[in-house]
């Protein structure tokens, strides 16, 4: 067995304040490790969210789920960083990854870059948060030293490299930009690609002489408590046109069947990729519940 599980659920359809406090406290409830929060234009900023999740639960960590690294500049990042982790008692895990929607750029009048510049710039704000909230004369000063947890999201091999220099979070999607399609639209790459790219990324960490490998995370797209699990696959069919029914029952990208039998898959997605921490969509917030009690101590 591999690492214990921890669970968490990305939170982006708010309501009201009460209602989006409400949504909190019920994943404490339920379970969750990790209340997080996404960072895309048209939904609400990670920040605030994460503080007033703070302020109505008391066991969840509180993460980004990922900032867009072509949003912030480095300084103003480690300022926003410092005090969301110095108001929350030191709970915040910080995630960060390229972005990959160009229309959001565009939206911000913000430049968008070749996937290489993209990469570069995540290198550039990774070294300079590093840098400066390592100092001891920075204000303000976060909760947990010399930085919060850092989980750096992606497939390609430059960012898994820069991943396995510096993160404590290795975060997969599973899937990559699809040929002939704008940017942002992603398609499910199949499970023995997956399975090379954590494999690249456990080379890499070798490589940078790490001891221990990062926490392997994995984002969920579908959550589907049923008695026909290749209905659910048929669902998901759209997103993975290259992909078979059974690639697709095999894929962590989707949890489908019984309880028990959910809670099985993920036991063999741990063993077969090393996914222990798992990330929800918010609509599953209710339905993986169970899934979490389930799994309870293993």
Known sequence: MGRAFRFG??????????????????????????????????WPAPFPALIAAAEVTERPRLGTFVLNAGFWNPALLAREVATTDLLTGGRLELGLGTGYVKAEHDTAGLPYGSPGERVDHLRYTVDELERLLADEDHVPRPAQSPRPPLLLGGNGDRVLRLTARHADIAAFTGAAQAPGEPDGTLRLIAPDALVERVTAYRGFAAEAGRADAAELNYLVQRVSVCGDRRAAVRELAPHAADLSENQLLEHPALLTGSVKEIAEQLREHRERFGFSYITVLDQYLEAFGPVIEELSGD
């Open 9 to 42: 659920v990305n939170l982006y359809t708010y309501g009201t304040g009460e209602e989006f406090r409400a949504k909190c406290r019920r994943a404490e409830q339920l379970g969750y490790d990790v209340i997080l929060a996404p960072d895309h234009l048209g």
